[in-house]
């Protein structure tokens, strides 16, 4: 399924799509193959997959030392694209949330090609600058998996523009300043203008991530974007537990947060 796929179906249940992120190989990958499955069962519209790296700029403490588990445990590109590819048809679409560095060191061209033949719907490389992504958004365009752009609260109107005009599959819209985190309590309120100047500059979906832990931040952010995405406060819930007890506690804490209000 296309991402854009995920997002015309809610949109016609009219619902707000949810994407929950995942670190793969955390606490090891057969218990990420648990995770997965759970929240494709919760309803997950699609998953976000993290592929571990030393040096995670947008990540805050809890998924940045999921990926240092992740990084003692052995876990690669390589290992995480061979994992996907095999288990493919028992998950929700696979994003792969990524680093460039490790792309690069990889092969780009390699890259894409490989994320192709594991199935995934799309690539995020969230250190990638704009005016550095013509290549690899190239590569990965021409094997049919989206290249999904950030926008920062901090971002002026007309790179905005620019931004969501190379985005596909969505737009991902960054709640606050910093990084993922739900630690502090999130102020949204200014996430609703950010929101209406967006939709003025494109009919890409917008899912909105960074912060969003709770019903209450799902109950007030969904009725504005078309997507939500929560990784922090998904991994804090199973930390420390593997298996079916990782698997079990990741779905009560996804089926608690899928309740956002219809669209207007």
């Not at 999921?66 to 994992?83: E, S, W």
């Amino acid at each position: 399924m296309m991402l854009e796929d995920v997002f015309t179906r809610a949109k016609e249940e009219k619902r707000t799509a949810f994407i929950p992120y995942v670190m793969a190989g955390d606490p090891d990958l057969e218990t990420t193959g648990e995770i997965l499955r759970a929240l494709t069962n919760a309803g997950a519209d699609a998953i976000e997959l993290g592929i571990p790296y030393g040096d995670p700029l947008a990540d805050g403490p809890t998924i940045a030392a999921a990926g240092m588990r992740a990084l003692q445990n052995g876990i690669d590109i390589a290992q995480v694209l061979t994992f996907v590819r095999v288990l493919r048809s028992e998950f929700a679409p696979i994003v792969l949330f990524t680093y460039f560095n490790p792309v690069y060191q990889y092969g780009l061209q390699r890259f894409a090609n490989d994320a192709a033949a594991a199935g995934v719907a799309g690539v995020i490389v969230p250190d990638l600058a704009l005016e550095e992504l013509t290549k690899l958004r190239k590569l990965l365009l021409a094997k049919d998996l989206a290249m999904p752009l950030l926008i920062a609260p901090s971002t002026s109107y007309a790179r905005a523009a620019r931004i969501a005009k190379q985005s596909t599959g969505f737009v991902y819209v960054v709640s606050r300043m910093g990084v993922t985190g739900a630690a502090t309590a999130p102020d949204f309120s200014p996430l609703h203008d950010h929101i209406e100047s967006l939709r003025k500059l494109t009919t890409k979906p917008l899912a909105v991530g960074f912060g969003v832990s709770k019903p209450e931040h799902v109950q007030e952010v969904g009725p504005l974007v078309d997507g939500i995405i929560v990784g922090s406060a998904l991994i804090d819930a199973y930390a420390g537990a593997r298996g079916e007890v990782a698997a079990a506690r990741a779905e009560v804490f996804i089926k608690g947060l899928i309740q956002a209000p219809a669209r207007n």
